[in-house]
């Protein structure tokens, strides 16, 4: 008998690992592992942070799976790791694919203006970092972003509007909703779409990807 394939997913940023409650994996043929955020040294760059989080990968030949600003983050942990695949679902692979308000913000530097009470708000955080504007789908996620520590969070936020990675990943693997307004599409190369995926379909698209996702780690998805 073949030995498990572990499965390992980051969520996006101030998430935890409740987001992934409605993915499933048949249990005979795959193993899943949360990697939860960790709380940023001061200082720390993204390559230091991310090679801490690497260091949570303990199988070898592994998927590593990372959502939104986890997708950033494994690409990154991805430089330490021989993984089986790597998989980003509403991410970006470079900076390029960044939307224009997050390259502007960067180059004035708002996002460090940024106060504390906003950051202790899932609601404001989801509303105005995630794109998401319906009641429904604001209940819906915020209830999901259990990492409220301001340290964290402005590390977090100052490392995505700021990534500065001009070359992708290679052999990376982008999963990305054509109605996605956090990073619209239309900056988008190279991906699989999800038709109607919103920022959140790790929520709302969680049926397209638990059987899409073992097709696509196993090179079966047409």
Not at 86 to 112: C, D, G, T
Request: hydrophobic share 45%; proline share 5%; aromatic share 10%.
């Amino acid at each position: 008998m073949d030995a498990k394939t572990h499965i390992y997913f980051v969520p996006g940023l101030a998430a935890g690992k409740e987001i992934f409650e409605n993915i499933s994996f048949p249990a005979d043929k795959y193993e899943i592992h949360i990697i939860e955020w960790i709380i940023p040294i001061k200082k720390e760059t993204i390559a230091q942070y991310a090679k801490r989080m690497a260091a949570k990968v303990l199988e070898p030949n592994a998927v590593l799976i990372g959502v939104s600003f986890g997708g950033v983050m494994v690409q990154e942990m991805s430089l330490y790791l021989d993984l089986k695949k790597l998989i980003i679902i509403s991410s970006v692979k470079s900076k390029y694919e960044l939307p224009k308000r997050l390259r502007i913000l960067k180059r004035i530097q708002a996002y460090k203006l940024i106060p504390a009470s906003f950051l202790d708000n899932a609601k404001d955080l989801t509303k105005y970092a995630l794109g998401v504007k319906s009641k429904k789908k604001l209940d819906l996620y915020q209830r999901y972003l259990s990492v409220k520590n301001t340290q964290y969070l402005k590390w977090a936020i100052h490392q995505m509007v700021g990534w500065d990675r001009k070359i992708e990943i290679e052999d990376v693997i982008h999963i990305h909703g054509d109605k996605d307004p956090v990073f619209p599409i239309k900056r988008i190369e190279k991906c699989i779409v999800v038709p109607n995926g919103s920022h959140i379909m790790l929520l709302t698209k969680y049926k397209w990807l638990n059987i899409n996702l073992p097709k696509i780690i196993e090179d079966s998805f047409i």
